[in-house]
Nanobody
């Protein structure tokens, strides 16, 4: 029932800021015990988590990206957004948003993912 959809530009220039929005339907990003992730996969490499937004609004980030990443939310639109500043070609990846449930009344797992969107960093 829950659906997540990534959106944003597929091409950004080096040194600029990458901005992606995840639109959620079928569930609220403010519902207790759910956590909302940004994850990416560079070509030929494994998954890397970027950061997480708690249902309360608190955020946490991968230490390797903490200085450049920022997650925000718009509860009126049921959306959360990733901004990654000062991008380089190494930031080229498929970017995913996903949901984690953890606690009573949840499935205690990463149960829903967006289909992903490729972002290429190139001049």
């Amino acid at each position: 029932q829950v659906q997540l959809q990534e959106s944003g530009p597929g091409l950004v220039k080096p040194s600029q800021t990458l901005s992606l929005t995840c639109t959620v339907s079928g569930g609220s990003i403010t519902t207790t015990d759910y956590y909302w992730f940004w994850i990416r996969q560079p070509p030929g490499k494994g998954l890397e988590w970027i950061g997480v937004l708690y249902y309360s609004g608190t955020t946490y980030y991968n230490p390797s990206l903490k200085s450049r990443a920022s997650i925000s939310r718009d509860t009126s639109k049921n959306q959360f957004t990733l901004q990654l500043s000062s991008v380089t070609p190494e930031d080229t990846a498929v970017y995913y948003c996903a949901r984690l449930g953890m606690g009573p009344g949840t499935n205690n797992g990463m149960d829903y993912w967006g289909k992903g969107t490729l972002v290429t960093v190139s001049s």
